[in-house]
């Protein structure tokens, strides 16, 4: 398996504008998890999937993140509009079965600047 | 909620020294306990875990002891080497925290030749 994939690598992007992030699990897996890391706040779980369907969106900073997944096999996590603000790099993982001892599989991460 | 605290870093060391990092958690159930590690412009990548108390879980030469009585599960290396020059995350995962996998801040760890 290809692992978890993540898209853009980077992005830049002026204040204002929409971004999206991607990410394509690994096949099979049931949970899905976005992370933004920084270095003020650390890694932070901003919502998470299982089987499609948002369980804890708890940690969305804002109205202006939103994060999708129509199918199993893709996600997406939308800012609009961004600021600068919420540069950050930003992770995907996925996640097979409901299990506390489970393994995370973490994408390479999108890094985002926003200006 | 649950939470993990870890000890600040950067934590700078010669090769071979011995390696401690600290992490310490807060849980409403009984959480299975991990060490992932990020090394640079890569994702997290699970190092070690441990799913209950006394557990010790290990992994290229690092180790980690589930204490339940001091809610802890430090991280340690006996002879560290410049490979080992990483980000550590420790972070639990909880029944009663819906199952989703919290992180403590990080560590930087360098070390020198």
């Known amino acids: 398996d290809a692992g978890v994939i993540q898209s853009p690598r980077h992005e830049v992007t002026e204040m204002g504008q929409e971004v999206t992030l991607r990410c394509k699990p690994i096949?099979?897996?049931?949970?899905l998890f976005w992370y933004r890391q920084t270095m003020m706040r650390g890694l932070e779980l901003l919502i998470y999937f299982n089987n499609n369907v948002p369980i804890d969106d708890s940690g969305m900073p804002e109205d202006r993140f939103s994060a999708k997944m129509p199918n199993a096999s893709f996600s997406t996590l939308k800012i609009q509009p961004s600021e600068p603000r919420d540069s950050a790099v930003y992770f995907c993982a996925s996640r097979l079965g409901r299990q506390t001892a489970g393994e995370l599989f973490f994408g390479e991460g999108s890094r985002l600047t926003v200006l | 909620g649950d939470s993990v605290t870890q000890m600040e870093g950067p934590v700078t060391l010669s090769e071979e020294a011995f390696l401690t990092i600290n992490c310490t958690y807060t849980?409403?159930?009984?959480?299975?306990l991990f060490w992932y590690v990020q090394y640079p412009g890569e994702g997290l990548q699970l190092l070690l875990k441990a799913t209950k108390a006394d557990d010790k879980g290990s992994n290229k030469g690092f180790e980690a002891t589930y204490r339940k009585e001091t809610t802890s599960f430090h991280l340690e290396k006996g002879s560290v080497q410049v490979s080992d020059s990483a980000v550590y995350f420790c972070a639990l995962s909880d029944r009663a925290g819906g199952f989703k996998t919290i992180f403590g801040a990080g560590t930087r760890l360098f070390v020198k030749a």
């Open positions: 096949s099979g897996h049931d949970y």
């Open positions: 849980a409403t159930g009984y959480p299975s």
